[in-house]
């Protein structure tokens, strides 16, 4: 059993519960709300507090999971640092797995999907030298009926890995699977780094000499998509992982892609995403789409922030953009859909001449 870590704030150390296990507890116990909150000896709002998610003290904590008779760490929620995720299910005995938790690489995060989510670092219980990329999707609060309409969609990068197929510049999927009890769904891949191109960026622009190479990986992964009758996206820094091995590109999170051959759609209501082509949020998506977002990450990776559209030339001109290319991706960025480039193979083309020209 994980101990509780503690997260601390100008107000001190805090922890968060998750108020769907608390009332769980307090359903199989009996109890009533009020009779609960009695017998804790807390303030009314402190208790309210719990119920809602809020964050609250390790002594409160302590006597609610108490009165439940459960220990703290059976009510964490997903975003407190001492969360841990149930099982995956795997083979006739439940809870069996051949994957375990070896860190948390984050505390937790909405994704994209609106789900809340955390990334963990993945050791293959019989196989020591593997590794991988876990991201476990919390269903806290869903009803049947909703808990399978996104396993449906979260089965969604599995379904475009396994179309790609092996390849350098997009993630290789594991495993796709449900944990124990249905508290949530697992997605495991090979692991290629902790770091994605949005932590690189936090600290500026990416390298002007390795700028080719990363715009080059990045293309041919969505290439390979394009290819498999997939269109991303979602395609964002935050979803290109940076491999630690070779710092190649690789694309991963692919659980909002849009399959091209009459597969039913995920839902386009996502959070707002500077990268996201405007278009997507009405429902459709190309490749131009994906175009879009290209666009986008180039300006990001060349000036370590997205720039007013007007600022676009000077910066790719700074970096050493070759002015055919330049041209190229801020026409990626036009917001309507017709005034972009139809296909990656001209801009491919472009930063291959861009390759060979800086390695002679």
């Known amino acids: 059993m994980a101990t509780v870590q503690k997260q601390t704030t100008d107000d001190g150390p805090f922890v968060y519960l998750d108020p769907f296990l608390i009332r769980r507890r307090q359903l199989n116990l009996g109890l009533s709300q009020t009779q609960l909150v009695g017998a804790m000896q807390v303030s009314p709002n402190t208790a309210k507090g719990a119920f809602r998610g809020n964050a609250i003290h390790p002594g409160t904590a302590h006597r609610l999971a108490k009165h439940l008779k459960c220990n703290v760490t059976d009510l964490l929620a997903p975003r407190d640092p001492g969360y841990v995720a149930p099982a995956i299910v795997n083979g006739p005995m439940a809870g069996a797995t051949e994957w375990e938790t070896q860190e948390c690489l984050e505390p937790g995060r909405v994704a994209s999907n609106g789900l809340h989510c955390f990334v963990c670092r993945m050791q293959h219980r019989y196989t020591v030298s593997r590794q991988g990329r876990g991201k476990f999707y919390h269903f806290a609060l869903m009803s049947p009926k909703v808990r399978s309409e996104i396993q449906d969609k979260l089965s969604r990068h599995a379904e475009v890995c396994a179309r790609v197929g092996l390849h350098p510049y997009v993630a290789h999927n594991l495993t796709s699977t449900p944990a124990v009890g249905d508290a949530g769904w697992w997605v495991i891949d090979d692991w290629v780094g902790e770091k994605t191109l949005a932590d690189h960026l936090e ?3 990416w390298p002007a000499a390795d700028l080719c190479r990363l715009l080059l990986d990045v293309a041919a992964g969505l290439q390979a998509l394009h290819t498999a009758d997939v269109v991303f996206r979602e395609l964002a ?3 290109v992982l940076i491999s630690d091995h070779d710092a190649r ?5 692919f659980e909002l892609a849009k399959l091209l051959d009459g597969s039913p759609s995920v839902s386009s209501e996502w959070p707002e995403d500077p990268y ?9 998506a ?3 789409a994906d175009l879009y977002s290209f666009g986008k990450l180039a300006v990001a990776t060349a000036a370590g922030e997205l720039v007013e559209h007007d600022a676009v030339p000077d910066v790719f001109s700074r970096v050493g953009i ?3 290319l330049a041209k190229l991706l801020i026409d990626c960025t036009e917001p309507v859909p ?6 990656l193979a001209p801009l491919l083309k472009e930063l291959a001449v861009w390759q060979k020209k800086a390695t002679r």
């Open 322 to 324: 070759p002015k055919r």
């Open 237 to 239: 820094p935050a979803r």
């Open 203 to 205: 600290s500026g622009a």
């Open 286 to 288: 190309t490749v131009q």
């Open 249 to 253: 590109a690789v694309l991963t999170d």
């Open 276 to 284: 996201r082509a405007p278009e997507i949020d009405g429902g459709s």
């Open 338 to 343: 017709v005034r972009r480039p139809a296909e």
